[in-house]
Protein backbone atom coordinates (compact mmCIF):
# COMPACT_ATOMS: atom_id res chain seq x y z
CA UNK A 1 0.00 0.00 0.00
CA UNK A 2 1.50 3.15 -0.69
CA UNK A 3 0.10 6.91 0.97
CA UNK A 4 -0.03 9.51 -1.74
CA UNK A 5 -1.86 12.08 0.64
CA UNK A 6 -2.77 12.75 4.10
CA UNK A 7 -4.01 15.70 5.80
CA UNK A 8 -5.22 16.24 9.70
CA UNK A 9 -3.10 15.51 12.55
CA UNK A 10 -5.66 13.25 14.15
CA UNK A 11 -7.32 15.64 16.17
CA UNK A 12 -9.70 15.73 15.25
CA UNK A 13 -9.69 13.75 12.51
CA UNK A 14 -6.24 12.64 10.14
CA UNK A 15 -7.51 11.22 6.17
CA UNK A 16 -4.90 9.38 4.18
CA UNK A 17 -5.28 8.37 0.64
CA UNK A 18 -3.72 5.57 -0.89
CA UNK A 19 -3.24 3.46 -3.71
CA UNK A 20 -3.47 -0.40 -3.21
CA UNK A 21 -2.39 -1.17 -7.10
CA UNK A 22 0.02 -4.29 -6.90
CA UNK A 23 0.02 -4.24 -11.06
CA UNK A 24 0.51 -0.76 -11.72
CA UNK A 25 -3.32 -0.01 -12.21
CA UNK A 26 -4.41 2.45 -9.84
CA UNK A 27 -6.85 1.26 -6.97
CA UNK A 28 -7.19 4.43 -4.63
CA UNK A 29 -8.87 4.42 -1.51
CA UNK A 30 -9.23 6.86 1.65
CA UNK A 31 -9.28 5.55 5.40
CA UNK A 32 -9.62 7.71 8.23
CA UNK A 33 -8.68 7.83 11.95
CA UNK A 34 -10.44 10.22 14.63
CA UNK A 35 -11.24 11.39 18.31
CA UNK A 36 -14.13 12.47 19.68
CA UNK A 37 -13.58 16.11 21.30
CA UNK A 38 -13.91 16.67 24.49
CA UNK A 39 -12.92 12.34 24.87
CA UNK A 40 -9.33 11.60 24.74
CA UNK A 41 -7.79 8.78 22.21
CA UNK A 42 -7.81 6.52 24.93
CA UNK A 43 -11.79 6.65 25.74
CA UNK A 44 -12.43 6.82 22.11
CA UNK A 45 -10.50 6.20 18.87
CA UNK A 46 -12.51 6.07 15.32
CA UNK A 47 -11.04 4.67 12.21
CA UNK A 48 -13.15 4.56 9.17
CA UNK A 49 -12.13 2.33 6.23
CA UNK A 50 -12.66 1.66 2.63
CA UNK A 51 -14.55 -1.23 1.25
CA UNK A 52 -14.67 -0.64 -2.69
CA UNK A 53 -13.37 1.13 -4.56
CA UNK A 54 -15.75 4.41 -5.24
CA UNK A 55 -19.17 3.79 -5.05
CA UNK A 56 -22.20 2.67 -7.30
CA UNK A 57 -24.83 4.32 -5.22
CA UNK A 58 -24.45 7.21 -6.16
CA UNK A 59 -25.97 9.81 -3.63
CA UNK A 60 -25.81 13.16 -4.24
CA UNK A 61 -24.47 14.30 -1.17
CA UNK A 62 -21.42 12.02 -1.44
CA UNK A 63 -18.31 11.87 -3.04
CA UNK A 64 -17.34 8.59 -2.83
CA UNK A 65 -20.51 8.02 -5.69
CA UNK A 66 -20.31 8.90 -9.64
CA UNK A 67 -17.66 5.98 -10.12
CA UNK A 68 -17.11 2.19 -9.10
CA UNK A 69 -13.80 0.56 -9.41
CA UNK A 70 -14.99 -3.00 -8.08
CA UNK A 71 -14.49 -4.90 -4.83
CA UNK A 72 -11.77 -4.75 -2.03
CA UNK A 73 -10.62 -8.03 -0.84
CA UNK A 74 -10.87 -8.61 3.23
CA UNK A 75 -6.69 -8.06 3.34
CA UNK A 76 -7.08 -4.74 1.88
CA UNK A 77 -9.54 -4.10 3.83
CA UNK A 78 -7.53 -5.28 7.00
CA UNK A 79 -4.39 -3.50 5.69
CA UNK A 80 -6.24 0.06 6.09
CA UNK A 81 -6.94 -0.67 9.70
CA UNK A 82 -3.37 -2.08 10.46
CA UNK A 83 -2.05 1.00 9.12
CA UNK A 84 -3.71 2.89 11.29
CA UNK A 85 -3.68 0.81 13.99
CA UNK A 86 0.49 0.32 13.47
CA UNK A 87 0.99 3.78 13.18
CA UNK A 88 0.06 4.64 17.16
CA UNK A 89 0.10 1.29 19.02
CA UNK A 90 2.72 -0.77 16.70
CA UNK A 91 2.09 -4.16 19.42
CA UNK A 92 -1.20 -3.74 18.77
CA UNK A 93 -2.32 -3.49 21.86
CA UNK A 94 -4.99 -0.78 21.46
CA UNK A 95 -6.36 0.57 25.25
CA UNK A 96 -9.18 3.08 24.17
CA UNK A 97 -12.34 2.17 26.06
CA UNK A 98 -14.21 2.26 22.58
CA UNK A 99 -11.92 1.64 19.51
CA UNK A 100 -14.72 1.62 16.57
CA UNK A 101 -13.67 0.10 13.25
CA UNK A 102 -16.38 1.52 10.71
CA UNK A 103 -16.85 0.01 7.48
CA UNK A 104 -18.26 3.31 6.08
CA UNK A 105 -15.82 5.12 4.01
CA UNK A 106 -15.56 4.61 0.49
CA UNK A 107 -18.31 2.15 -0.33
CA UNK A 108 -21.86 0.66 0.53
CA UNK A 109 -20.48 -2.48 2.53
CA UNK A 110 -23.03 -4.92 1.81
CA UNK A 111 -22.42 -5.18 -1.49
CA UNK A 112 -19.12 -6.85 -0.42
CA UNK A 113 -18.88 -10.16 1.19
CA UNK A 114 -15.30 -9.65 2.23
CA UNK A 115 -16.24 -7.20 4.76
CA UNK A 116 -18.21 -10.47 6.48
CA UNK A 117 -14.64 -12.20 6.35
CA UNK A 118 -12.80 -8.89 7.77
CA UNK A 119 -15.51 -8.84 11.06
CA UNK A 120 -14.49 -12.69 11.56
CA UNK A 121 -11.07 -11.99 11.84
CA UNK A 122 -11.26 -8.47 13.75
CA UNK A 123 -11.55 -10.26 17.41
CA UNK A 124 -8.15 -11.93 16.89
CA UNK A 125 -6.26 -9.64 15.10
CA UNK A 126 -5.79 -7.19 17.92
CA UNK A 127 -5.41 -6.97 21.85
CA UNK A 128 -8.45 -4.18 21.92
CA UNK A 129 -11.04 -5.09 24.73
CA UNK A 130 -13.04 -2.01 23.47
CA UNK A 131 -13.25 -3.67 20.22
CA UNK A 132 -16.45 -1.87 18.76
CA UNK A 133 -17.36 -2.76 14.78
CA UNK A 134 -19.91 -0.45 13.10
CA UNK A 135 -21.35 -0.81 9.46
CA UNK A 136 -23.29 1.76 7.76
CA UNK A 137 -25.39 0.39 4.98
CA UNK A 138 -28.31 2.11 2.61
CA UNK A 139 -29.78 -1.71 2.99
CA UNK A 140 -29.68 -1.99 -0.72
CA UNK A 141 -32.12 -4.34 -2.21
CA UNK A 142 -30.15 -7.96 -3.44
CA UNK A 143 -28.30 -8.46 -0.45
CA UNK A 144 -30.75 -9.74 1.77
CA UNK A 145 -27.75 -13.04 2.03
CA UNK A 146 -25.45 -10.32 3.35
CA UNK A 147 -27.60 -9.31 5.93
CA UNK A 148 -28.71 -12.57 6.88
CA UNK A 149 -24.94 -13.56 7.62
CA UNK A 150 -23.72 -10.24 9.47
CA UNK A 151 -26.88 -10.72 11.93
CA UNK A 152 -25.58 -13.99 12.44
CA UNK A 153 -21.94 -13.22 12.58
CA UNK A 154 -23.07 -10.62 15.17
CA UNK A 155 -24.77 -13.33 17.69
CA UNK A 156 -21.69 -15.19 17.38
CA UNK A 157 -18.87 -12.69 17.72
CA UNK A 158 -20.17 -9.58 19.05
CA UNK A 159 -22.66 -10.02 21.77
CA UNK A 160 -23.32 -7.61 24.74
CA UNK A 161 -23.79 -4.45 22.60
CA UNK A 162 -19.93 -5.03 21.05
CA UNK A 163 -21.72 -4.20 17.02
CA UNK A 164 -23.47 -0.67 16.21
CA UNK A 165 -25.49 -1.62 12.88
CA UNK A 166 -26.88 1.80 11.43
CA UNK A 167 -29.03 2.54 8.82
CA UNK A 168 -28.74 5.68 6.33
CA UNK A 169 -32.06 7.07 5.14
CA UNK A 170 -31.91 10.21 4.80
CA UNK A 171 -35.71 11.24 4.84
CA UNK A 172 -39.36 9.55 5.33
CA UNK A 173 -40.46 11.06 2.22
CA UNK A 174 -40.51 7.95 0.02
CA UNK A 175 -39.61 9.68 -3.35
CA UNK A 176 -37.36 11.79 -2.22
CA UNK A 177 -35.64 8.47 -0.16
CA UNK A 178 -35.32 7.05 -3.77
CA UNK A 179 -33.62 10.25 -5.03
CA UNK A 180 -30.96 11.05 -2.21
CA UNK A 181 -30.30 6.83 -2.49
CA UNK A 182 -30.40 6.39 -6.36
CA UNK A 183 -29.99 2.69 -6.34
CA UNK A 184 -32.35 -0.51 -5.91
CA UNK A 185 -33.18 -0.77 -2.07
CA UNK A 186 -34.85 -2.29 0.81
CA UNK A 187 -37.91 -0.63 2.25
CA UNK A 188 -38.54 0.76 5.54
CA UNK A 189 -40.61 -2.74 6.18
CA UNK A 190 -37.93 -4.93 5.34
CA UNK A 191 -35.90 -2.79 7.79
CA UNK A 192 -37.91 -3.40 10.42
CA UNK A 193 -38.61 -6.92 10.05
CA UNK A 194 -34.62 -7.78 9.94
CA UNK A 195 -34.24 -5.75 13.16
CA UNK A 196 -36.48 -8.41 14.43
CA UNK A 197 -33.98 -11.06 13.47
CA UNK A 198 -31.17 -8.59 14.21
CA UNK A 199 -32.04 -7.64 17.79
CA UNK A 200 -31.14 -9.76 20.98
CA UNK A 201 -31.03 -9.03 24.95
CA UNK A 202 -28.13 -6.39 25.33
CA UNK A 203 -27.69 -5.07 22.02
CA UNK A 204 -27.46 -1.32 20.70
CA UNK A 205 -30.10 0.18 19.38
CA UNK A 206 -30.32 0.38 15.62
CA UNK A 207 -28.98 3.60 14.69
CA UNK A 208 -31.60 5.17 11.42
CA UNK A 209 -29.04 7.85 9.82
CA UNK A 210 -30.29 11.38 8.52
CA UNK A 211 -27.39 13.30 7.08
CA UNK A 212 -30.13 16.34 6.58
CA UNK A 213 -30.78 18.19 3.67
CA UNK A 214 -33.00 21.89 4.22
CA UNK A 215 -35.83 20.04 2.65
CA UNK A 216 -35.69 16.26 3.39
CA UNK A 217 -38.60 15.81 5.53
CA UNK A 218 -38.27 13.40 8.76
CA UNK A 219 -41.83 12.66 9.88
CA UNK A 220 -42.25 11.06 13.27
CA UNK A 221 -45.78 9.62 12.91
CA UNK A 222 -43.97 7.74 9.50
CA UNK A 223 -40.82 6.81 12.01
CA UNK A 224 -43.06 5.32 14.27
CA UNK A 225 -45.18 3.22 12.10
CA UNK A 226 -42.41 0.67 11.15
CA UNK A 227 -39.42 1.69 13.89
CA UNK A 228 -40.05 1.01 17.45
CA UNK A 229 -37.74 3.16 19.61
CA UNK A 230 -37.33 -0.32 21.67
CA UNK A 231 -35.20 -1.25 18.62
CA UNK A 232 -34.00 2.14 16.64
CA UNK A 233 -32.29 5.89 17.61
CA UNK A 234 -31.81 8.56 15.58
CA UNK A 235 -28.75 10.27 14.59
CA UNK A 236 -29.27 13.80 13.10
CA UNK A 237 -26.06 14.73 10.83
CA UNK A 238 -25.03 17.73 9.01
CA UNK A 239 -25.22 17.44 4.83
CA UNK A 240 -21.32 18.21 4.56
CA UNK A 241 -19.92 20.31 1.80
CA UNK A 242 -19.02 17.77 -0.45
CA UNK A 243 -18.47 18.57 -4.04
CA UNK A 244 -21.65 16.67 -5.12
CA UNK A 245 -23.81 18.48 -2.94
CA UNK A 246 -22.86 21.91 -3.65
CA UNK A 247 -23.06 20.76 -7.63
CA UNK A 248 -26.16 19.45 -6.63
CA UNK A 249 -27.79 22.67 -4.95
CA UNK A 250 -28.34 20.50 -1.87
CA UNK A 251 -28.26 22.14 1.57
CA UNK A 252 -27.97 21.37 4.76
CA UNK A 253 -30.60 21.80 7.93
CA UNK A 254 -27.90 21.31 10.17
CA UNK A 255 -25.02 23.46 10.68
CA UNK A 256 -21.98 23.13 13.48
CA UNK A 257 -23.68 25.55 15.76
CA UNK A 258 -24.27 23.80 18.84
CA UNK A 259 -27.98 25.28 19.26
CA UNK A 260 -28.79 22.29 16.63
CA UNK A 261 -29.43 20.36 19.83
CA UNK A 262 -32.22 21.88 20.58
CA UNK A 263 -33.97 22.08 17.21
CA UNK A 264 -37.63 21.33 17.01
CA UNK A 265 -37.30 18.16 15.02
CA UNK A 266 -34.94 16.76 17.91
CA UNK A 267 -37.84 18.08 20.25
CA UNK A 268 -40.31 16.38 18.05
CA UNK A 269 -38.50 13.32 17.65
CA UNK A 270 -37.65 12.76 21.30
CA UNK A 271 -41.37 13.43 22.20
CA UNK A 272 -42.29 10.48 19.68
CA UNK A 273 -40.17 8.15 21.77
CA UNK A 274 -37.01 8.17 20.23
CA UNK A 275 -33.32 8.23 21.54
CA UNK A 276 -31.93 11.25 19.06
CA UNK A 277 -28.14 12.39 18.06
CA UNK A 278 -27.26 15.18 17.11
CA UNK A 279 -24.13 14.65 15.72
CA UNK A 280 -22.28 17.92 14.45
CA UNK A 281 -18.85 16.96 13.64
CA UNK A 282 -16.09 19.08 14.03
CA UNK A 283 -15.72 22.03 11.43
CA UNK A 284 -11.32 21.16 11.01
CA UNK A 285 -13.20 18.04 9.24
CA UNK A 286 -14.83 20.11 6.31
CA UNK A 287 -11.38 21.78 5.93
CA UNK A 288 -8.99 19.05 5.99
CA UNK A 289 -11.59 16.96 3.42
CA UNK A 290 -12.66 14.00 5.84
CA UNK A 291 -16.16 13.87 4.46
CA UNK A 292 -16.44 10.47 2.34
CA UNK A 293 -14.79 10.51 -0.76
CA UNK A 294 -13.78 14.46 -0.11
CA UNK A 295 -9.85 13.55 -0.04
CA UNK A 296 -10.00 11.38 -3.30
CA UNK A 297 -12.29 13.76 -5.46
CA UNK A 298 -9.45 16.65 -4.27
CA UNK A 299 -6.94 14.47 -4.98
CA UNK A 300 -7.70 13.96 -8.02
CA UNK A 301 -8.66 17.29 -9.21
CA UNK A 302 -5.68 18.87 -8.01
CA UNK A 303 -4.35 16.16 -10.86
CA UNK A 304 -6.72 17.86 -13.36
CA UNK A 305 -7.53 14.41 -14.80
CA UNK A 306 -9.67 11.64 -13.53
CA UNK A 307 -8.18 8.15 -14.56
CA UNK A 308 -9.79 5.87 -16.95
CA UNK A 309 -10.93 3.81 -13.47
CA UNK A 310 -12.39 6.54 -12.05
CA UNK A 311 -14.78 7.54 -15.36
CA UNK A 312 -16.18 3.88 -15.82
CA UNK A 313 -20.17 3.98 -16.11
CA UNK A 314 -21.29 2.66 -12.65
CA UNK A 315 -22.78 -0.58 -12.08
CA UNK A 316 -24.80 -2.19 -9.33
CA UNK A 317 -22.62 -5.11 -8.04
CA UNK A 318 -25.74 -7.53 -6.83
CA UNK A 319 -26.05 -9.75 -10.05
CA UNK A 320 -22.87 -11.98 -8.65
CA UNK A 321 -24.13 -11.88 -5.17
CA UNK A 322 -25.60 -15.41 -4.72
Not at 61 to 87: F, K, N, P, T
Not at 184 to 194: E, H, L, S, T, V
Not at 214 to 222: L, Y
Request: net charge neutral; with cysteine.
Amino acid sequence: MRILAAAGDGDPARVYLADLATDGRERLVEFVESIQPPLPREEKWVLMVSTLLGCPVGCPMCDAGGSYHGRLSAAEIIRQIDYLVDSRYPGRSIPAAKFKIQLARLGEPAYNPAVLDVLRELPGRYDAPGLLPSLSTVAPRGCEAFFAELAALKKRLYTGGRFQLQFSIHTTDPTLRDKLIPAPKCDFAWIARYAEEWFTPGDRLITLNFALGADSPVEPSVLLEHFAPERFLIKLTPLNPTYRARSHGLRSYLSHNPAAEDDALPRRLREAGYRVIVSLGQSEEDLIGSNCGQFLQRHLKAREKLTDGYTRPVEHPTADLG
